[in-house]
């Protein structure tokens, strides 16, 4: 499709468009933009968090401490994996299908598609993120009690710190459900009820 083809598509499709419909699509990519700087902005500080843990670990249980037992330094080394693991996820979340159809349909189906990946992605929240972190800190907070005490039975302070690992795992969930709901799903419901009414129109 060359640019002139391109100028004559578009024009049908804003011909076609109402008043109402243009400014109702200039209000879904204003909720889509900030959309977009929320989900950018929790997974920069999500990975900034998380390669943090990863560096402080390494340091404590291979430079820091001496006598750091195998567990404590295979917990390290499950963090590194772990932020990389993440990092992934994220990338990954982020890339869509692109068309080489540049018209208002087209870009909506990739909006419609990008949008649909982060809803997934945060609706599983629980598989990709908190499952494999709750390994990862049992793995090491296991590793750290046998250091100290010669056992891998948690003692008191182990277990309340369990208790709060299972309490903000739980948090973080229900949050992140909750945000799907509330921020990504109507979203996502004005970009695909404005593609229908293109579509139909």
Request: charged share 20%.
């Amino acid at each position: 499709m060359n640019l002139d083809d391109l100028k004559v598509e578009w024009s049908m499709e804003m011909q076609r468009a109402e008043p109402t419909n243009d400014f109702r699509f200039e209000g879904v990519k204003r909720q889509v933009a900030e959309l977009r700087r929320g989900i950018r902005f929790g997974s920069f500080w999500m990975v900034f968090s998380l390669i943090g843990v990863s560096v402080i670990e390494v340091f404590v249980q291979f430079v820091s401490l001496d006598g750091a037992g195998w567990m404590s330094k295979l917990g390290a080394l499950a963090w590194v994996v772990f932020a990389a693991w993440v990092i992934v996820v994220l990338r990954i979340s982020l890339k869509v299908k692109q068309s080489d159809d540049w018209t208002l349909r087209a870009r909506l189906q990739i909006e419609i598609g990008r949008i649909e990946k982060q809803r997934k992605l945060w609706g599983n929240v629980g598989a990709w993120l908190l499952a494999p972190m709750m390994a990862v800190n049992l793995l090491v907070t296991l590793g750290g009690s046998h250091d100290k005490t010669g056992s891998y039975a948690p003692g008191l302070a182990g277990w309340v710190i369990y208790g709060v690992h299972v309490a903000l795992f739980a948090f973080v969930y229900w949050f992140c459900r909750r945000e799907v709901r509330r921020t990504i799903d109507p979203v996502l419901l004005r970009l695909k009820s404005l593609y229908r009414e293109l579509v139909d129109g």
